[in-house]
């Protein structure tokens, strides 16, 4: 018995060790993602960061945000030189990943090697309902939805993409990526359809294939801004 137990203590490990492993190339993954998508675009969306004292991330359906860290270093990165203040506010309706990302990421840190300094706010609520948050706010400098799932759910989310690029700012982007090559044709049509325009769409060539045929790690990204 004390050897079995042993033995499955030693292969959680193994396998909490194996996830974040794979979490952590997926983050940096991700931030190349990022930068590959909006290289062209980029000049705009840094104009727009460096006059504001204080950039603004939304992360819509965000679990327990995973992405946290990454999406704000992006957003340092692009902003470039000078001051620099990055706030997160994430949203999910799963109130136990909500309170999880809270633990991990929630409150305010100054990077002593950078000097950025971040906020990591999370709220559990419905991203299709977005106007009963105001405390949020709006202008938003980057609105992002990681592995949105349209077919799912086709007409919630479109109320979702819709409420999205409500809180897009001027010169402000959404971005969205997509587990699978049907969905994301689909979601693209969607956000055009409702007022979004379409910069660049990328397929990820460092995409980490998972078990479901077709399915795979940030597969595809697109960025967007809202049509005048």
Known sequence: MFLRSITKSTIKKRVSKQIKEELDEDMARLRRMLHSVTKGDAD??????????????????????????????????????????????????????????????????????????????????????????????????????????????????????????????DDGRLIITSYFDKEHALALKAIQRLGGELIKTEFNEETRELMTPGKSVDRHVAVFRRKD
Do not use: P
């Not at 960061?49 to 990165?77: H, K, P, S, W, Y």
């Not at 300094?117 to 949020?136: P, Q, V, Y």
């Open 44 to 169: 705009a969306v840094r104009r727009r960061l460096q006059n504001r004292d204080e950039a603004r991330i939304l992360d819509l359906a965000c679990g327990a945000c995973n992405e946290a860290e990454a999406l704000t270093d992006f957003v340092a990165e692009l902003k470039g030189g000078g001051e620099k203040k990055i706030k997160l506010t994430g949203m999910d309706m799963r109130a136990r990943e909500i309170a999880d990302a809270q633990r991990r990421f929630g409150g305010r840190k100054i990077l002593e090697e950078t000097g950025v300094e971040k906020e990591f706010d999370f709220l559990t609520g419905d991203a299709s309902k977005l106007d009963a948050h105001g405390e949020m706010g709006d202008d938003f400098d980057l609105v992002f939805l990681r592995h949105q799932n349209y077919w799912n759910a086709d007409k919630t989310w479109e109320e979702i993409f819709d409420q999205a690029l409500g809180k897009v700012g």
